[in-house]
């Protein structure tokens, strides 16, 4: 036997078999090492926020009762001596390349630190590109410019001290100048460790620029409760100003009166054949393209003209600028932001509304007082008459005395009279009660602790009829708020807005066809919605925004609005028990750039009945909601750690709930002031029902079939826990999928999806 021969049919087929198995075993081995690296590469994450940076929720100062006397953005303190030295550079023309130009040149005192021109004008007497902005609280600006390029004052003065056509000097000859004065070396060895250095010269003009604050104003002592430093006509235009009417609050948000922001308006170009096209052309941001970064309105009296490039000599050419609805009525081809939607203002607001923003002038007469003198002995610039000084409305009535305190009383307030009048009559601690009939007017709510109480008679309440003709049923500020048992109708902004206040309750309202949303509470910190009914809203039926929990939103009915429900850039929302049919998306959780608040986090959706939400869609074509199809039930975008459970969702023709980030809005190469991936979400043990059964909107035009659930693939972490329901894409992780797992599709679908996108 051992010398039995080896059959030849063995020695033939070994090498087949090794062939055969390099031939599978090779792209198996390529499929598990792709895997491994699909499972185990880094993801992208968004960097956590800190908490002082977030924003968002009310900005009151500690001892304030309403929502008007916000705290001041914090600042690093200034150094005195530091502040005197940057002053007398401020106003000495030796930091020019032919001594004969200062800071001052372009923002001179008497001309609200800027320089009454059109343009800027340059070292040689051309006109620059831009208009010279104020510095009036250049302390509390975020960005620098009005593309916004320099992220800080000394960043920022390093431009125009070398540049060419400004001040045109070479950082060796200005040093050089400076150390040959030697009371500028003196001062500069006091004031900081290392002497005479760039660096410090910037940062002495800039501790020098931090001072010039203005925060004195008539508005500011209103607010802090002397109800007579705003004359009657300013505080006429000043609730103009709040209104949704104008959304003028919006951008230029107390206490500076910006948002520190950028806006698209389309102002008109100074040469249209030389578009300037704003932020875009230093940096990639969301709607960048002619976007320019909102200036505060402090001592706006005093700075004409106004806008990025002069455009506009006086106020009311401003207004009217906004009043057409921004650059599209200018020939201006462009979609401006969605807080411009053109107004209608009588002779009356309008006269009212510039009367309201002279009360925020105030000039501190140290902040204004020009050297005599400077140390390289060279002329400053001299006193200016300015002629708006004699437009703005300094003096007011004798100071507010407040009465005696007594006991909380009910106000009653019977049909045909004035709730406003009743209103102006409480004190904190107060009820208003409001019999049924017809009300119609606006009423404002500035003091604290005031319960405003409709008397629900059966079927009869009172109701406030806007006759499509007034802004907002009610507006309000105060802290600690009840509305409850009124109807509101016909408005053209909001039925109830609250901006900027504390623990607001709005109960039993009956809110239709109240213009751009139904109840709004803005920048505020716990509220609770309950049993309302809202219907027939261009935007938001019901919409908490920019505000900090707790929120409660349950118990209420929204149908045939474009949104039914909406927690946009909020934190710690709890939105149940409510019934959303016919509107066009039933729930949204936003996180949306360029606000207030930077984050959207910790939303629950749940117990909710949220169906048949296929209503065409009927918003303003420049906002955002304006792009949620028709049939959406359930809509996150970029927000985090959402839960939605035990809902009932059904009829949506869409989908019935996505999962999306704002790379469905925006280029991926986009710069986000926020982390833009919804991550951390998780949909489980809902009811679904005949959901995407014919997609619409974005969703049919990328050819993407509707289902139950749908998700665009961003975030790694989410998860999907609804067993036999319809997905796209069609397997979805759950929870308890191992994080490598997760991970490994998440990369598949984020490269399928984002060719898609």
């Not at 200034?78 to 923002?107: E, K, M």
């Not at 934190?571 to 509107?583: L, Q």
């Not at 894409?729 to 991970?743: I, V």
Request: net charge negative; with cysteine.
């Amino acid at each position: 036997m051992a010398d039995a021969a080896i059959p030849t049919a063995s020695v033939s087929s070994t090498p087949r078999r090794r062939f055969w198995r390099w031939l599978i075993g090779l792209p198996l081995l390529f499929v598990c090492g792709f895997s491994l690296l699909f499972a185990y590469l880094p993801v992208p994450e968004d960097k956590l926020i800190p908490a002082g940076e977030q924003g968002g929720g009310a900005r009151q100062r500690s001892e304030a009762g309403t929502g008007l006397q916000a705290a001041w953005p914090e600042v690093p303190p200034v150094d005195d001596r530091q502040a005197a030295l940057g002053r007398l550079l401020f106003y000495d023309p030796i930091l020019s390349a032919n001594d004969d130009r200062s800071c001052a040149t372009c923002h001179h005192p008497d001309l609200g630190f800027s320089d009454g021109r059109k343009l800027a004008e340059g070292a040689h007497g051309e006109a620059l590109r831009r208009n010279a902005p104020s510095l009036w609280n250049v302390a509390y600006a975020t960005s620098l410019f009005w593309d916004g390029r320099a992220r800080s004052l000394e960043e920022q003065m390093l431009i125009p001290l070398t540049a060419e056509n400004e001040m045109g000097a070479t950082v060796d000859d200005l040093l050089a100048q400076l150390q040959a004065i030697p009371d500028y070396v003196r001062r500069f060895e006091a004031a900081f460790p290392d002497g005479l250095t760039l660096n410090n010269v910037t940062a002495a003009i800039a501790a020098f620029e931090r001072t010039l604050i203005s925060r004195d104003a008539p508005f500011d002592r209103f607010a802090a409760g002397d109800f007579n430093a705003l004359t009657p006509a300013q505080r006429r235009g000043f609730d103009v100003f709040r209104s949704a009417q104008t959304r003028c609050f919006e951008c230029h948000a107390w206490p500076t009166f910006t948002n520190n922001q950028f806006a698209v308006l389309g102002v008109p170009d100074t040469d249209p054949a030389n578009p300037d096209l704003g932020q875009v052309e230093t940096r990639n941001a969301p709607d960048a393209t002619r976007a320019f970064r909102t200036p505060g309105l402090r001592n706006v009296a005093l700075s004409a003209p106004y806008m990025h490039n002069g455009a506009f000599a006086t106020l009311d050419e401003v207004i009217d600028f906004y009043e057409q609805g921004g650059g599209p009525a200018f020939g201006v081809e462009v979609t401006p932001d969605e807080f411009i939607r053109g107004f209608t203002l009588t002779d009356q607001q309008r006269a009212d509304l510039v009367a309201f923003l002279h009360a925020l002038t105030d000039e501190p007469a140290d902040l204004l007082a020009i050297p005599d003198s400077v140390p390289s002995g060279l002329p400053v610039v001299q006193r200016q008459d300015n002629p708006a000084r004699a437009l703005v409305e300094r003096s007011t009535a004798a100071p507010f005395v407040a009465g005696e305190p007594r006991a909380p009383q009910t106000i009653t307030v019977k049909s045909g009279e004035s709730i406003q009048a009743g209103v102006d009559r409480a004190q904190p601690g107060d009820t208003v009660l409001v019999e049924p009939g017809v009300y119609h007017e606006t009423v404002y709510v500035d003091v604290p602790q005031l319960t405003i109480r409709g008397v629900v008679q059966g079927e009869e309440r009172p109701w406030l009829d806007g006759e499509k003709r007034l802004s907002d049923g009610f507006n309000t500020t105060g802290n600690d708020f009840i509305l409850e048992g009124f109807g509101i109708r016909d408005y053209i902004g909001n039925g109830v807005l609250t901006t900027g206040a504390e623990r607001i309750v709005y109960r039993d309202l009956i809110i239709q066809d109240t213009g751009i949303y139904g109840l709004y509470p803005v920048e505020t910190t716990d509220v609770l919605i309950e049993k309302c009914v809202v219907s027939g809203i261009a935007d938001a039926g019901i919409y908490v925004g920019q505000s900090r929990g707790p929120i409660i939103v349950r118990d209420n009915i929204a149908f045939e609005n474009v949104t039914g429900i909406e927690i946009e850039n909020s934190t710690h929302a709890e939105v149940y028990n409510n019934h959303v049919y016919n509107n066009t998306g039933g729930i949204l959780v936003f996180l949306l750039p360029n606000n207030p608040s930077k984050v959207g986090y910790n939303t629950r959706v749940y117990d909710n009945l949220i169906e048949n939400n296929n209503h065409p869609n009927f918003g303003a074509a420049n906002a955002v909601v304006s792009k949620v199809p028709p049939g959406t039930g359930v809509m996150i975008m970029t927000a985090d750690n959402t839960e939605v459970f035990n809902n009932i969702i059904r009829g949506n023709q869409t989908f019935g709930v996505a999962l999306t980030s704002l790379y469905i809005l925006y280029d991926r190469d986009t710069e986000f002031d926020l982390g833009p991936l919804p991550e951390n979400n998780w949909i489980h043990d809902n009811t679904f029902e005949n959901n995407g059964y014919d997609a619409q909107g974005m969703v049919k035009e990328l050819g993407i079939p509707g289902a139950d659930i749908m998700w665009t693939g961003e975030g790694w972490n989410n998860a999907f826990d609804q067993p036999g329901v319809s997905m796209f894409p069609p397997l979805l992780p759950g929870r308890s999928w191992p994080d490598p797992a997760k991970r490994a599709i998440w990369r598949v679908y984020d490269l399928l999806i984002g060719l898609l996108l």
